[in-house]
């Protein structure tokens, strides 16, 4: 007597195949609804497809997996069988894609766009604290200001909302722009006048502006009821510019407390008459809301804890 294992290759006992994946997904979904035309709709296929696909599956089986009444359907004893088992097949397939792309969604590299002044004051200097608590989070930095599109290789943004930002985008705030006059240290007793009540810009203070930042000065001005600085002062070409310029006591510039709190710890700067909110905020944007353990949440977490 030979035995099973060696059978011949077509024999029942030792057929392995597995019947088409389309026809087992129409299955699936016949049993699960007990309906062919609302499997074939949660499908995206026609009744009469469902139905051919299920018996040929009947066929190829030679089983009969469904008893068909008056136009209902009920599954057999071997339709629940096979429902069952190919149901826990695709949750397992499903598990198992899941987890694919989530790793892929972790091991991509993510672009950042941050307003470049806010990258070299802020981010930066504090971005090795993001990698050493997800060193496994790959987001690379990029400067840009202003407009900008997702469609062009930018994943995530962060932009003060003093222009109009893209259609549709979605923004988590992270802090409050808070603005105020800033010096050298030594140069503060020159330009400022200090006191309890009387604290004031000095008329011969030299204010800095900057042609990407035109009205800082008025938004300070309008911000605290204080009037505009009576001296012309000295025009600088962008806003990085004008902070190095008061670190370096060539004059008074509007500082943001975000890019100037480092140099005020380091005693390079000092802001005399504090910081006062103007009204705006910088944001995170992304095309889509943030989903709980994604990048952009772990993200967006680590920069409010900074702010």
């Known amino acids: 007597m030979i035995s099973d294992s060696h059978g011949e290759p077509d024999s029942p006992f030792t057929d392995s195949r597995l019947p088409s994946l389309l026809a087992l997904r129409c299955f699936e979904a016949a049993a699960r609804l007990e309906n062919f035309s609302r499997a074939a709709d949660e499908l995206h296929l026609t009744h009469g497809a469902v139905s051919r696909a299920v018996r040929l599956l009947e066929d190829d089986l030679g089983l009969a997996l469904f008893e068909r009444r008056s136009r209902r359907v009920f599954l057999t004893a071997e339709g629940r069988a096979l429902a069952q088992a190919v149901s826990q097949g695709l949750d ?113 203070a030299v204010p800095l502006h900057t042609r990407t930042r035109p009205g800082a000065w008025r938004d300070w001005c309008a911000a605290t009821g204080r009037p505009l600085p009576a001296a012309t002062g000295q025009s600088l070409e962008h806003f990085y510019f004008s902070l190095q310029a008061a670190i370096a006591g060539l004059g008074v510039a509007i500082g943001p407390w975000h890019l100037v709190q480092d140099d005020i710890n380091h005693g390079l700067l000092v802001a005399p008459l504090g910081f006062v909110e103007d009204g705006s905020q910088y944001c995170l944007l992304s095309p889509h809301a943030l989903l709980p353990g994604s990048v952009q949440h772990h993200l967006l977490a680590w920069l409010r804890s900074m702010a």
Not at 125 to 131: A, G, K, L, S
Not at 163 to 172: D, L, M, S
């Open 92 to 204: 397992l397939m499903r598990q198992g894609i899941a987890g694919l792309r989530a790793r892929a969604r972790q091991q991509r590299r993510w672009v950042l766009s941050c307003e470049p002044t806010l990258l070299m004051r802020w981010l930066i200097p504090r971005w090795p604290d993001f990698q050493a608590r997800h060193p496994r989070l790959e987001l690379h930095l990029v400067a840009g200001g202003g407009p900008f599109s997702f469609a062009s290789g930018i994943d995530l943004a962060i932009r003060r909302d003093d222009f109009a930002w893209p259609p549709g985008c979605h923004a988590e705030p992270l802090f409050a722009e808070r603005i105020g006059p800033v010096c050298r240290p030594d140069k503060q007793a020159a330009w400022f006048r200090t006191g309890p009540r009387s604290a004031a810009l000095q008329a011969k």
